[in-house]
DNA sequence: CCGTACTTGATACAAAGTATCATCTGCAAC
DNA sequence: GTTGCAGATGATACTTTGTATCAAGTACGG
């Protein structure tokens, strides 16, 4: 929707393969099965998904998938960029934003699951500044605020 | 420091005891010896501690005590609004500001472990806007800023 | 096509957290 | 005090989440 993932689903999995291709080449990284399949299969949920929701997945189609692989191939991707892990859930996401290190928000809806990443420079800038009155030099800022999506406000109101 | 706790640490955890004694009046909770002694651990570690670190503590006085009752603990105190958990790092720490309901941020020290706790002004006006403008109805706002504190970065410049 | 540095697969284990149910107890009412 | 009992604990077993180790396999530059 965001991107328009949804009105063609193939098309975006071509571009996030491609994606990482390129960032595999440009930083002398190996591109293997395993992390296609994970980014593959993280693309396709179209949701936050659980380690071992992505090994139940991945599993059918590699019977040789383990936990250890699956951590594995997840802070690879991290470690590139394009995965986000959700710490209040213990899950994973792809990221909306790829592109250079970027401070980001994550909004995730009790009700429905549901994951926005925002970027937000008010945010930004206060962490940064309360950082700096406390003198920490900052190099991880989680934000991840919980709550209750328009959509799900309005179909269940009052519950 | 802040409150003097270190200065006379009996004097602190009297307090805090009492503080629990009052909440648990004034919400028609029992206040009993598990509880007392989470909180007790908790003040005396002085640090954020794992749910198995805490564990490991009771133990010695209280053979009684087993994972479950510790987690239930530490829901209660969470509940009460006397315990925070950081979800960084899987561990809990006294809150240090007692009172009303608020939205607090940690700062971590990824070096010494340190925790502090703010209640910064712009960042809960920043991401309350967050959340207005992207539709969502927040009632929960977890901020946890990693990096390396004033101290350890004096301490051990350039490592 | 080769060589090898890096990655994976396989196994085992550690850490973190939850479910269930019988027993016990804090505390309000007497 | 003593008592009754809702609510808490103790005990046990289990699930979920994440890591360590090392032999075997493979991506990719030359």
Redesign the pocket.
């Given at each position: 929707m965001r991107q328009g993932n949804k009105a063609s689903p193939a098309r975006a999995l071509e571009r996030a393969l491609h994606r990482l291709e390129d960032l595999?080449?440009e930083r002398?990284?190996?591109?293997?099965?395993?992390?296609r399949a994970v980014l593959a299969k993280l693309l396709t949920a179209g949701r936050a998904l659980?380690?071992?929701?992505l090994l139940d997945l991945l599993r059918p189609e590699?019977?040789?998938?383990?936990?250890?692989?699956v951590?594995?191939?997840l802070?690879?991707l991290m470690a590139l960029g394009i995965v986000h892990?959700l710490e209040s859930t213990?899950?994973f996401v792809l990221c909306e934003h790829p592109g250079g290190p970027h401070w980001v928000q994550f909004l995730i809806c009790r009700r429905c699951g549901q994951v926005v990443e925002a970027e937000d420079e008010r945010i930004a800038a206060a962490t940064e500044r309360l950082g700096q009155r406390l003198g920490f030099a900052l190099d991880q800022r989680i934000v991840e605020l919980t709550g209750v999506c328009e959509g799900c406000r309005g179909s269940a109101a009052r519950h």
């Amino acid at each position: 929707m965001r991107q328009g993932n949804k009105a063609s689903p193939a098309r975006a999995l071509e571009r996030a393969l491609h994606r990482l291709e390129d960032l595999c080449r440009e930083r002398g990284q190996r591109l293997t099965r395993p992390r296609r399949a994970v980014l593959a299969k993280l693309l396709t949920a179209g949701r936050a998904l659980s380690a071992y929701e992505l090994l139940d997945l991945l599993r059918p189609e590699d019977g040789k998938s383990t936990a250890a692989s699956v951590y594995r191939t997840l802070d690879f991707l991290m470690a590139l960029g394009i995965v986000h892990r959700l710490e209040s859930t213990r899950s994973f996401v792809l990221c909306e934003h790829p592109g250079g290190p970027h401070w980001v928000q994550f909004l995730i809806c009790r009700r429905c699951g549901q994951v926005v990443e925002a970027e937000d420079e008010r945010i930004a800038a206060a962490t940064e500044r309360l950082g700096q009155r406390l003198g920490f030099a900052l190099d991880q800022r989680i934000v991840e605020l919980t709550g209750v999506c328009e959509g799900c406000r309005g179909s269940a109101a009052r519950h």
